[in-house]
């Protein structure tokens, strides 16, 4: 495969001839990506460092999966104009428990070593958290984008997020990471980490970075945002998430993502076999064909889909529409009634334009409310 592949979509591969001396050594190398839990997924843009990895595991080296469950009780600045908001222990938790599964779906199983940076970093006395902080001034710390930018607009930045990068570099001396893996929003993080493991005596590591992939909203893909594709998200809502891209960002995902040039054509053409090809990486192929004939009879025929959830009318005459969009679908009532003001909603495929529609006619029909929102009413 050689280095070429393994630095595949870099941005940076540092220091310069590092990796190519660590691939001299003749032993596996011990590949580390760290990703903190705080969501319960891990989406489509935080598989591209996994893909990384799991091209070092194709050539015989070990991944070191860090499930940052102890990190993210602390909150990572990476990229942001303003401290994380810190889950519950309950949160961190249960988003822990989902997170190997989805990761190995992208990894090879037995070549993957995961570990909870609790297991060192819950054990560390004051002292060693001291000794910790010797190894990096306060001045360093502001060099970094994020800090700089909020110290320098007085915005506050609390002592917890200075030890955030150290944390992360711990884990490096604590794996004895040969090459850590991370998106370039990582960077800062990522050097930090050699920089601690020269100072506790160990060989430093490489870093590589990756691209951060940019979503249909114009911004990185981020759980929190929304605008995410999860790996374990259900075969209709990746398919219907992925359809949402806009053409110019086509050649970014299949370079980024599939690792592949953007085929020509016509766009929509690519668009679909993208949808496909990342529904068929989680889900299977045979998923894949249910999820492009549900996207297309529900989104580009506006058809009922064919297991329509049923919906009881209420008792009155008439009923009143925007009170049943809110009780069907969880609309306000606003926004039925804008939404039907704009043709948006349909009863059997024809629009409903009045407020207010007698009962008889709504019994047995399938309402439909934008795109893809459907109820079967029943009496």
Do not use: C
């Amino acid at each position: 495969m050689g280095v070429a592949e393994l630095t595949r979509n870099a941005v940076h591969v540092l220091p310069a001839g590092a990796l190519e001396a660590k691939l001299a050594l003749g032993r596996p190398l011990r590949v580390k990506l760290g990703i903190d839990v705080t969501s319960p997924d891990i989406h489509v843009g935080r598989g591209i460092p996994l893909q990384r990895m799991r091209a070092f595991q194709d050539e015989g080296h070990i991944g070191v999966l860090i499930v940052g469950d102890y990190t993210t009780r602390i909150g990572d600045p990476s990229g942001r104009s303003s401290e994380r908001p810190i889950l519950s222990d309950e949160e961190i938790d249960r988003n822990a428990e989902t997170y190997v599964d989805q990761a190995l779906q992208l990894l090879v199983p037995d070549q993957t070593d995961v570990r909870r940076n609790s297991e060192w970093l819950a054990g560390l006395t004051f002292a060693d958290v001291i000794r910790l902080t010797r190894m990096m001034t306060v001045a360093q710390m502001l060099e970094r984008d994020d800090f700089a930018g909020r110290y320098g607009a007085g915005q506050p930045i609390s002592v917890s997020e200075l030890l955030y990068p150290l944390m992360q570099a711990y884990d490096s001396v604590a794996v004895e990471a040969d090459v850590e893996l991370g998106g370039t929003d990582q960077l800062y993080n990522l050097l930090a980490g050699r920089e601690v493991m020269e100072a506790y005596g160990l060989e430093p590591q490489v870093v590589l970075t990756t691209p951060l992939l940019v979503s249909w909203d114009g911004d990185k893909m981020s759980s929190s945002v929304g605008n995410n594709i999860p790996l374990a998200a259900p075969p209709e809502e990746q398919f219907g998430r992925t359809m949402r891209i806009s053409d110019d960002l086509l050649e970014d995902w299949y370079r980024l993502v599939v690792e592949e040039p953007l085929p020509g054509g016509d766009p929509l053409d690519a668009k679909l076999a993208l949808a496909r090809w990342i529904v068929t990486r989680s889900h299977g192929e045979a998923a894949a064909r249910i999820a492009e004939e549900h996207f297309t009879r529900v989104v580009r025929e506006g058809r009922a889909p064919d297991d329509v959830p049923e919906h009881v009318l209420p008792s009155e005459n008439p009923i009143h529409v925007p009170a049943l969009l809110a009780a069907a679908f969880g609309l306000s009532t606003s926004e039925g009634r804008r939404l039907i003001s704009q043709g948006g909603v349909k009863v059997d495929g024809a629009v409903v334009s009045d407020l207010d529609v007698p009962r008889a006619e709504l019994v047995g029909s399938v309402i439909q409310a934008g795109k893809r929102r459907f109820a079967r009413l029943t009496d």
